[in-house]
């Protein structure tokens, strides 16, 4: 037999393992490791499951279509056939597709959760807190160990160095919504003024703890304003729709919990200048005000102002002595009409015209009739000129002798 050369070798193997089409267009499952982006836009990594690995190309021209960019440690779905690398004698899965594992289901899971979360009015501005603009103590829930605490840190130093309380937070894993909701409990017993929570980047898996139900109940339930910082500016968590303001990356959430003193100084330096020349033009307006006040106080205006007052003042007099004497002679004619009046009904006017009152001293009652008295009864007899006091010798009901007028 014929010996073949390295390059032959080669060729022939990957005739092999091209033509097989139970090595053409399979899907291989495993996680990501040894990732290589290259400046030429192609990915050169391995994935590998518990026992082995296999090598893998992704050319550019395939990166352009995939919705999401891949990251090592990450378990993915390949989707590629099997060809060979030549020049080193080494097979390798071309890529021709690639997705997260599980990403269907963990995205189902998603956008049904924020579904049923928004019809409960979670997500209604209605219910968003406003961040102060001037924090005296900011809480951050992340991982001490992770980045985002670091670039929080470094953007709050630059920009307005303020207190910073932070909760050591799981934020990847089992525990870890468990531990961002007691953080977010413990921060809110706290006097921090905003609650940053939030992590770095990283895939769907990695990002789902801000993605359950007690998390986002949390964060809606806080009395503490939050801003919510998770992965970068493209990731979106059910997380950044309950907060009360969402932030693309930890650093931007820094930005937007405090003001920048170079800006504050600035405005603060305006407004010296504005104030300035508010007070400078109320200045001159009260001085003109003084000076039409002085005008208005030179002595002989002063006279002139003072002898106005005087005639003013004898006018308001002489109308008021007038008002009072027209008072006084209503008054008076109203309380003799009202004399005229009860003089005509008086019962010393009755006793003027001839008749006297009888009565009796016992009782002091008016006697009317003969049933007041009995015969010897003291009485007394009121006339015009005094009381006359008598004693009832006889009583008789007969009156016509005295009252000609009764017939």
């Known amino acids: 037999m014929p010996a ?3 390059t032959e070798l080669n060729n022939f193997i990957k005739n092999i393992l091209t033509t097989d089409p139970k090595l053409n267009n399979i899907w291989v499952q495993g996680e990501i490791s040894n990732l290589t982006k290259h400046s030429s836009g192609h990915y050169y990594f391995t994935i590998k499951d518990e026992k082995s690995q296999v090598s893998c190309v992704s050319f550019r021209s395939v990166n352009r279509t995939l919705r999401f960019e891949p990251e090592r440690n990450m378990k993915v779905l ?9 020049i080193r004698g080494q097979y390798q899965l071309r890529v021709l597709d690639m997705r997260p594992d599980g990403i269907g289901e963990l995205y189902k899971a998603y956008e049904q959760l924020k579904e049923r979360l928004e019809k409960e009015g979670l997500f209604a501005p209605i219910h968003k807190q406003s961040i102060p603009k001037f ?6 829930a992340t991982s ?3 980045a985002a605490i670091h670039d929080i840190l470094n953007v709050i130093g630059r920009r307005y160095p303020v207190d910073i309380l932070l909760s050591p937070t799981i934020v990847q894993g089992e525990k870890s919504a468990e531990s961002i909701v007691r953080s977010i409990e413990l921060l809110n017993r706290t006097e921090v003024d905003v609650i940053i929570v939030g992590r770095g980047g990283g895939s769907l898996e990695d990002l789902w703890s801000f993605n359950e139900e007690a998390v986002a109940r949390a964060i809606f339930n806080s009395e503490k304003p939050i801003v919510s910082a998770v992965g970068h500016e493209t990731d979106f968590t059910i997380s950044d ?4 303001l969402r932030a693309p990356t930890p650093s931007a959430a820094a930005e937007l919990v405090v003001p920048d ?3 504050v100084k600035r405005h603060i330096s305006n407004l010296s200048v ?3 020349s508010e007070i400078g033009h109320m200045i001159s307006e009260r001085k003109r005000h003084l000076e039409h006040l002085r005008e208005k106080i030179e002595p002989e205006h002063f006279r002139d102002m003072l002898r106005q007052d005087y005639q003013h003042l004898d006018e308001l007099t002489s109308k008021l002595s007038a008002s009072i004497e027209r008072i006084v002679e209503n008054k008076t004619a109203e309380l003799r009409l009202h004399a005229s009046r009860l003089n005509s009904v008086s019962p010393l006017n009755t006793i003027g015209r001839g008749y006297s009152i009888t009565i009796s001293p016992d009782n002091r009652k008016i006697v009317t009739e003969v049933a007041d008295v009995k015969e010897e009864d003291e009485v007394d007899v009121v006339v015009t000129d005094g009381i ?3 004693n009832v010798r006889k009583i008789r009901s007969d009156r016509k002798k005295y009252l000609s007028f009764e017939k």
Do not use: H, N, Q, W
């Not at 924090?135 to 951050?140: L, N, S």
């Open 4 to 6: 073949y050369t390295v």
């Open 78 to 86: 390949v989707f590629g056939s099997i060809d060979v690398y030549t």
């Open 135 to 140: 924090p005296k103590k900011i809480g951050v």
């Open 144 to 146: 001490p160990t992770g």
């Open 241 to 244: 729709f309950t907060a009360d």
């Open 261 to 263: 003193k170079k800006e």
């Open 274 to 276: 504005r104030m300035e």
């Open 388 to 390: 006359l006091e008598c």
